[in-house]
């Protein structure tokens, strides 16, 4: 049996090389981390012509083998073979974004010196043409003396042609060896070189790119620009509640269903009261929030796709300069609205080390979509669906309030440690602007299936167990008659020593004992509440009915707001820390966020409750 | 006149490049991107809110930001 074939998309960043790789492998992929390096690894198969299937390596983008980041030395390593557990892919295909010949023809030259079977994917030309450029991809390959296939990744177009030449760039590597190595050339020569050939490969070019250019003028505008990214901001996170509930209601209903099957085909006993109380009533209630999730992401994947993401990078870096980031900090801290452990994990792209630290810790105060599901509930229970007026919903925006108070937090805490744990330099912010394009469906759907399943396994393992070790500590030992079931358990016993702690800041019992299990992940806080008062109803009736009734009752509105006070500091995800180790290389950092954020929570909590106590809510 | 003081959209030669006073960092980064002695640039927008950081530059057919500390290394001459 022979040997699995490798190949490697390797490119500048923006070339359209992830597109091309949903394309060429589908959805059959693999991602996981280079071990020893946080950088993340995306494989997946290619058939080719033959049938023959061909391992593909999605290299990080990079602008040279010189590498200036832990991404470019991945790239540069893979390259080169010399990446341990790594063959050296067979077959480079080097992806260059046709609109931009002159800089990623850079690149290019340095890996065709390389002497490797090399193909090249002039990608994106039908946004070269939308520019008003036209390209011979015959005399580029002339120029370059390989293979030279134009494609559309996103309309699958030059795909066929691409794989035959993956194929013949292969087989010719079999058959006579590689050639010598050239001699390399130094930045400035390949510059030129690179300059001449876009030249020559240009048919016609009109001198502005225009629908580019007019774009920018209105979403870089000085005051524009601020405003429409404000304004979408706020659509998304009223569109994160109000498209959600449909969904989220037939998936309640769903479960309440189920409930209902499980409590009519099984006979009375604990393995009833499990799978209803505790599975089904836990695991439920935290699913019924993946709709919410799906549309947070989908916003976030359509800004990073169309583009749209740089350019609120640089209208945020002006504010970002003002607590000592920069506008690079903005894309891992947006990606933290969906979730903290991509957001540190995109950290890796700055450079400046202080900066990157500053942004970490600051990281799990952008308020993620696993809080969503706790603000949801609350909001839910004690905020009135009224309007305010303009059609703006008071429910939409307390959620956007609480988003605003995570940003604020994180602001002024960037600010505090930019000046005293991570004082340095002024970082800098160097960044390609991509161009425009329309979001590709593919790539959307994709990527929204990679982030719902990641959840959907959350939500099948960690709050899976979460919750059902929490069922078990409240049903056991069983209350004598007249006790209440919830003080007899151990769980009982924990949240009494612990209701002592936040007694002060206006947490009953029932919160105490979700805040435990809630440190695996977020959103168990809801199915631990969800599992409580299950558990405590006197009869089934009672428990049948929603978490919301049963919150209303015991909940006064001054610790329904500190409760969310809490949730908007508190360090409640056990994941989001241990990602910081890796990230950090060590227990320093992950230690430090843990305490300042759980201090934040408590002094926040208990300040929200007695304010609200004082004002007579 | 350094880059920073350019009006914008005039296009402009960079004659010469303070990479001392830039990180290694990112003068590597910014030589990649084809920020170099020759290459011909100009201003497309300046930051937000009358402010004139950072800034986005035009180079050939990409669009590049950076910040006005990078710009006032960089010493132009208007074509």
Redesign the interface.
């Known amino acids: 049996m022979s040997r699995l074939r490798t190949a490697a998309l390797v490119g500048n960043p923006n070339s359209g090389k992830s597109a091309l790789f949903n394309v060429l492998t589908g959805a059959r992929q693999k991602i996981a981390n280079y071990p020893g390096v946080t950088v993340e690894r995306k494989a997946g198969r290619l058939l080719l012509p033959s049938g023959e299937p061909v391992e593909l390596l999605d290299l990080p983008g990079s602008y040279s083998l010189d590498a200036a980041s832990p991404d470019e030395e991945v790239t540069r390593k893979a390259v080169l073979g010399e990446l341990a557990g790594e063959a050296r892919p067979d077959v480079l295909v080097i992806v260059l974004d046709a609109a931009n010949l002159e800089q990623h023809l850079v690149f290019a030259q340095e890996l065709i010196e390389l002497g490797r079977p090399v193909v090249i994917a002039l990608n994106m030309v039908d946004l070269a043409e939308r520019d008003g450029l036209t390209l011979d991809p015959e005399a580029l390959s002339a120029e370059l003396g390989v293979p030279v296939i134009s494609t559309v990744a996103v309309r699958r177009r030059g795909i066929e042609d691409l794989l035959a030449a993956i194929e013949s760039a292969e087989a010719n590597a079999q058959a006579t060896p590689a050639a010598r190595p050239q001699a390399a050339r130094t930045l400035p020569e390949r510059r030129q070189a690179a300059r001449n050939m876009a030249q020559k490969a240009t048919v016609s070019e009109t001198a502005e790119h225009r629908l580019h250019a007019q774009l920018d003028k209105v979403l870089l505008h000085p005051w524009l620009g601020p405003l429409v990214l404000f304004a979408l901001l706020f659509v998304i996170f009223q569109a994160v509640f109000a498209w959600a509930t449909p969904f989220a209601d037939a998936l309640d209903a769903g479960i309440t269903a189920l409930i209902g099957i499980a409590n009519a085909a099984l006979p009375e006993g604990f393995l009833r009261d499990l799978l209803t109380e505790g599975v089904l009533a836990g695991v439920g209630s935290v699913i019924v929030f993946l709709p919410q999730i799906v549309i947070l992401f989908a916003f976030i994947l359509a800004m990073e796709q169309s583009g749209y993401m740089a350019r609120a990078a640089f209208l945020m870096d002006r504010m970002m300069a003002g607590v000592g980031l920069s506008g690079r900090s903005f894309i891992p801290l947006l990606s933290s609205f969906a979730c903290a452990i991509p957001g540190i994990m995109a950290t890796r792209a700055i450079a400046d080390p202080k900066d990157r630290l500053t942004t970490i810790l600051i990281a799990p105060l952008m308020t993620c979509s696993a809080r969503l599901p706790v603000y949801a509930v609350i909001i839910a229970a004690f905020i009135p669906a009224t309007t305010v007026g303009g059609g703006i919903g008071l429910q939409g925006l307390v959620l956007f309030a609480l988003y605003v108070a995570g940003i604020i937090g994180a602001m002024v805490v960037a600010l505090v440690l930019r000046r005293s744990v991570t004082k340095g330099g002024a970082s800098g912010f160097i960044m390609e602007m991509p161009k425009y394009q329309l979001p590709p469906l593919r790539d959307l759907a994709i990527g929204l299936w990679q982030r719902a399943w990641v959840f959907l396994r959350r939500a099948g393992t960690i709050i899976f167990a979460a919750t059902v070790i929490l069922w078990l500590l409240l049903t056991f030992p069983k209350a004598a008659p007249g006790e209440s079931q919830v003080d007899a358990s151990f769980a009982g016993t924990i949240a009494s020593g612990l209701e002592v702690v936040v007694e002060p800041i206006g947490f009953n019992r029932e919160i105490a004992l979700a805040l435990i299990p809630a440190m695996a992940a977020r959103e168990v806080a809801v199915s631990a509440l969800a599992t409580t008062y299950a558990v405590d109803a006197e009869d089934e009736e009672q428990a049948a009915e929603g978490l919301m009734p049963k919150l209303r009752a015991g909940w006064t509105l001054p610790t329904a707001l500190a409760f969310l006070a809490w949730f908007v500091f508190a360090p409640q995800c056990l994941s989001t820390i241990a990602v910081a180790r890796r990230e950090t290389n060590g227990w320093k950092w992950p230690l430090f966020m843990l305490a300042y954020l759980f201090a934040l929570a408590y002094i926040f909590a208990g300040l929200t409750y007695w304010l609200a106590v004082a004002a007579g809510l | 006149m350094t880059l920073d003081q350019l009006l914008p959209r005039r296009q402009a030669e960079i004659v010469a490049i303070d990479w001392t006073v830039l990180?290694p960092?990112?003068a590597?980064?910014?030589?990649?991107?084809?920020i170099?002695e020759g290459a011909q640039v100009a201003i497309?927008?300046?930051?937000?809110?009358?402010?004139r950081?950072?800034i986005?530059l035009s180079i050939?057919?990409?669009?590049?930001?950076?910040?006005r500390?990078?710009a006032m290394a960089m010493t132009v001459r208007e074509l």
């Open positions: 990180a960092d990112e590597k980064r910014l030589r990649a991107l084809g170099d497309a927008h300046r930051g937000v809110f009358g402010g950081d950072p986005a050939g057919r990409m669009t590049l930001a950076l910040r500390a990078h």
